[in-house]
């Protein structure tokens, strides 16, 4: 693309961001590189209406720096992500708020600037290194993320692209003048013009030099994928009306508390009923009983208020909480 043609893109492009683009969206508002990598964090996977309307001003409220964070216990943390899924993330961003006040000591933890330092922090990849610098640091350097994708294999008529590929072409095309103007737009472009299922090609900034805008859908080919369904028994160990709780271990939900999946119901047991739960991967169904215990059995009993009050659970064991209480 000619330099003079980019230029004019590019003018296309903040006219249509400075009309139509979330200028209001609160990590567009702000130059502190805390909240614009908390938002990062929360956005993968998640739209832009779960995070504003349930979990960015609450989880800012309460951990408001990166020190504060950091001194936080892991549980708090957790609570706060609770229902927010892949807690990874939370895991990771706490990891590294307490990296950073490590590496700071008897000063407040800031971010490190560069693509290097930023990627070798726990979660930050290729996309959200990139991202922290050009929103946080304005760095001249093009996100990838799928709206972003999606306008590129439209833009060059590309069905399944290598990632290479499409950061080669993200890199020709980037504004290295308004990073953080391009970069926000491109990703507006396609949340509401270069949509998935629905462009409206005539009201988009890039249309004159779309190559694929007479057949946008077929760019890029989607992957048909099936979810397989996994089966879980339940046991819910119940003393003294507080149920029995474990903090999990495995990788999967590691550092949540959850209720007991066993092998075969007790035949003591009370059946209470069935919950499911899809993830991404895959599709839970869990049949879900009640032992009354007679004596306190090993493990950590907490009453359904604590549980909701205090303990990180998952989706899924927020469920079978609701089952128990409409059942008891």
């Given at each position: ?55 960015y ?81 304005r ?24 990632d ?5 072409i ?18 507006d ?51 003294n009306?507080?149920?029995?709780l ?12 959850g ?35 007679l ?13 909701i ?17 409409s059942?008891?």
């Amino acid at each position: 693309m000619k330099t003079a043609q980019l230029r004019k893109i590019h003018n296309n492009i903040q006219t249509w961001y400075q009309t139509h683009g979330r200028l209001d969206l609160p990590w567009r508002t702000t130059e502190d590189p805390y909240p614009i990598y908390l938002s990062e964090v929360m956005l993968q996977q998640t739209q832009v209406r779960t995070v504003l309307e349930r979990y960015y001003f609450p989880f800012l409220k309460r951990f408001p720096t990166l020190k504060d964070l950091a001194e936080a216990p892991l549980d708090d943390v957790l609570k706060l992500w609770e229902g927010l899924g892949y807690y990874n993330r939370a895991k990771n961003l706490h990891k590294t708020a307490q990296i950073l006040s490590q590496q700071v000591q008897g000063l407040p933890p800031v971010l490190p600037s560069t693509i290097e330092e930023l990627v070798a922090l726990p979660g930050i990849g290729k996309n959200t290194a990139r991202a922290v610098a050009a929103f946080a640091f304005r760095r001249p350097v093009p996100i990838m993320e799928a709206n972003v994708k999606r306008i590129l294999c439209r833009l060059h008529q590309l069905k399944t692209p290598t990632d290479k590929a499409l950061w080669e072409i993200a890199y020709t095309m980037i504004d290295r003048e308004n990073p953080f103007d391009y970069n926000q737009a491109m990703m507006d472009i396609g949340a509401t013009v270069c949509t998935a299922t629905n462009p409206s090609c005539e009201y988009c900034p890039l249309q004159e030099i779309c190559t694929g805008k007479n057949t946008p859908l077929i760019y890029p080919t989607r992957k048909k994928r099936t979810v397989p369904t996994k089966e879980q028994y339940i046991m819910l160990t119940l003393y003294n009306d507080k149920l029995a709780l474990s903090q999990r271990k495995g990788k999967f939900l590691h550092g949540l508390w959850g209720f007991e999946a066993v092998e075969a119901p007790l035949c003591a047991a009370e059946y209470l009923g069935e919950v499911s739960h899809a993830y991404t991967h895959f599709k839970l169904h869990c049949k879900v009983y009640l032992y009354p215990a007679l004596d306190r059995e090993e493990g950590s009993y907490f009453s359904p208020q604590e549980i909701i009050k205090t303990l990180a659970i998952s989706k899924v064991d927020e469920k079978i909480l609701r089952l128990y209480l409409s059942c008891c």
